[in-house]
């Protein structure tokens, strides 16, 4: 891209997109507008026709993540629905898509359980063996990086100068970092898709998914399968998700900050065997992030150090207000038993230590 905001000037742009337009006594807050029809005496706006077909709060919140991607953006009611509007709107019987062994689990039971019934076939690779993959013949590679849990890193502009030469689409899932740490689109992805449930929203109070894309033609094909499929998110999510989306960066970065905080005590404490995060040398992430992947020496150590750790909460999901952790055994990832995923919050730094030091102290 010739033109690339910097990061920074895209928070600005996004927290201000509605204020620049205001007149003398509107409502600086986005205004929540739940309606499922509209006044049509002449149509001539083809997106304010009916409710499933876009509503003014969706699309303002969709312009505010373009804002933040760079890129024109579509709205879905959960990270799910956008996997599932991506693959209709691209993949036909017969194709091959490539997918990460160690991604998020439910992508990999979706393509399993629903779409091998239509004739698409999948291939899993392991993040860190994806360089060496062979990309023939694969229509789509869906990645994630870090990779989830274990936070192995895949080098997007590599992956996209391949994919460009087998034609490949590349599809990378920025759930975990949000276009404020990484910029998938601008290292040469063709698309991002993202769980909006995580930190994007970050009040644990919402289901949410968005697709980015810079490729019009796939854009349209996107919206035409939200349309009639129906996978439009209500109104109201969708504010709650902008609400969240404004404070994104603040929130990051004491997330970010406390993730730096515990690193030192995790990486020396005798209970922790291995500790999984991402290198902080990465060029393409700002910050390696907010996850921690730690592994104590069984499932019992992993449950003393859960209990200790109160009021950390032992939940599933990360990117959250609170400080988390999650056994992913349980949910059959391929990791040790002991292996907890820490999400780190937006909790006073001395009191998030000391509950981390005694769920470590009681392991
Ligand atoms: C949670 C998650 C999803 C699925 O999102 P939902 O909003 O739960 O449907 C997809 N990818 C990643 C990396 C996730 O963490």
Redesign the pocket.
Known sequence: MADTPSINDRVMAMLHARTEALTTGDAIAEPLIATSVFHLPNATDPTRVYGRIDNPTVQAVETRIGLLENAPTLLFP??????GALSMAVLKAGDAILLLSD??Y??RAMYDSIFADFDIHMRLVAARDIAEAPLDGVKMVLI?TPS?PTLDLVDIATLAGRCRKTGSLLVV?N??CTPLLQQPLDLGADVV??????AMSGHSDV???HISSRDEALMERVQNVRNLMGAIPGPFEAWLLLRGLETLELRLSRMCANADAVLPILRTHAAVKTLHYPASNSAQMAHPGFLIGVTFADTAAAGRFIDGAAPLIPAT??GGLHSSADRRARWGDDVEDGFLRLSLGCEPEAQLLAALTRGLDAV
């Not at 898709?193 to 995580?198: A, E, Q, V």
Request: charged share 15%.
């Open positions: 959960s990270g799910m629905a956008t996997y991604g998020y439910a992508a994630e989830n899932d759930t975990v898709i993202s769980s909006d449930t995580k289901l949410m998914g999901s990360f």
